[in-house]
C-alpha cells in the first residue's frame, strides 16, 4: 500500500499536486505532505508547481506553515508556487491570516496554469 | 476573566485526552454530530471543528511541550444556539497578548504562530483563564439572541 498523501502528475513542465486527504489537520500527515513536496521541489531545476485544494475541506494553522516552508523553498529555487480551488471557507482563512498576500491563489486550474511565466 | 458563574456550567461532555489521535479525533466526531444535530450549519462545523483543532494543537505541542505523559481535559456544552467548549493543558499558562500579530508584515512568513489568531476570527468569543493553560470558547449561531456569555444559562441542565 502507497504511503503517499498526494497525487502528483505533470502538466506542460507545470508539477500539479493534489490530496488525497480531505482534511489537513493533524502534525503527523503535514509533516509527512510537507515532506513529499519537498522532494518534489528538490528534485527540480526551477520548480513550477500547482497545488491544488479541490478534494479539501480542512486545514490547520500548522498546514499553513507547511505552505509557507514550501513557498520559502520554492522561491530560493527561483521558481514559481500557485494555489488552486480553495474551498471558500479555506479561503476565508488564507484572507484571516494576510497569507492571501503571500500566495498566488487562483479560482481554477486552467487559470492557475496559465498564470505561470 | 474566569467566574463563578462559569465555573458552574454544566458539561455536555468532559474528557480527560491522551496525545493520541484517535482520543482526540473520537470527541471532536462527537462534538461536531452533536452541532449538527442541533442544525448548526456547515459554516459553524467549520467554525468549530477550526477552533477546537487550533486550541488541541496549541494545548498538546505549547502547553504540554509534547510530553506524551500529559494529558488535556476538554470539556463542551452544547445549548440550542450555542457551544461552550473548554481545553486546559498542563502548562504554566501564558499571556496571549504577547503572543506576535502573524499578519504583520515581517510574520508573515513565520510558519508558526496563526492558532489564536483563527480561534479569534471563527469563533464568536475565547478567552484564556488564569493562569493561562485553559482557553474558553464560545461559538454561537449568528442572529441568535443571548451572544454575551453573561447571558448564559449557568448551571441549568445540560442538554
Known amino acids: 500500500m502507497s504511503s503517499s498523501r498526494l497525487r502528483i502528475t505533470e502538466r506542460s513542465g507545470i508539477t500539479c499536486i493534489g490530496f488525497i486527504d480531505r482534511n489537513i489537520l493533524d502534525e503527523a500527515n503535514i509533516q509527512r505532505i510537507g515532506e513529499e513536496i519537498s522532494r518534489v521541489i528538490d528534485a527540480q531545476v526551477q520548480p513550477r508547481i500547482l497545488i491544488n485544494f479541490e478534494n479539501v475541506d480542512h486545514l490547520s494553522s500548522a498546514a499553513l506553515g507547511t505552505l509557507i516552508t514550501v513557498n520559502d523553498r520554492i522561491r530560493a529555487k527561483d521558481g514559481q508556487l500557485r494555489l488552486a480551488c480553495i474551498d471558500p471557507q479555506i479561503h476565508k482563512v488564507f484572507v484571516i491570516t494576510k497569507l492571501i498576500n503571500l500566495f498566488q491563489i487562483h479560482d481554477t486550474l486552467e487559470d492557475a496554469l496559465k498564470s505561470f511565466s | 476573566m474566569s467566574d463563578g458563574a462559569h465555573d458552574k456550567l454544566q458539561w455536555t461532555a468532559v474528557y480527560t485526552l491522551p496525545p493520541q489521535d484517535e482520543a482526540m479525533a473520537q470527541v471532536e466526531r462527537e462534538l461536531l ?127
Do not use: C, W
Request: no cysteine; net charge negative; hydrophobic share 35%.
Open chain 2, 33 to 159: 454530530d452533536g452541532l449538527a444535530a442541533r442544525g448548526f450549519d456547515d459554516a459553524a462545523v467549520f467554525a468549530v471543528k477550526l477552533g477546537f483543532q487550533e486550541a488541541l494543537v496549541n494545548a498538546f505541542v505549547h502547553g504540554n511541550r509534547h510530553d506524551p505523559a500529559k494529558t488535556v481535559d476538554v470539556r463542551y456544552r452544547l445549548e440550542p444556539d450555542r457551544v461552550i467548549i473548554e481545553v486546559e493543558d498542563r502548562g504554566k499558562g501564558f499571556d496571549p497578548s504577547v503572543v506576535p500579530d502573524p499578519t504583520i508584515e515581517e510574520n508573515l512568513t513565520k510558519p508558526t504562530g496563526r492558532g489564536i489568531l483563527l480561534m479569534r476570527a471563527f469563533m464568536s468569543n475565547i478567552e484564556y483563564l488564569p493562569p493561562g493553560n485553559r482557553v474558553r470558547m464560545t461559538y454561537t449561531r449568528p442572529g441568535a439572541s443571548g451572544d454575551s456569555e453573561a447571558s448564559s444559562s449557568a448551571g441549568a441542565a445540560s442538554s
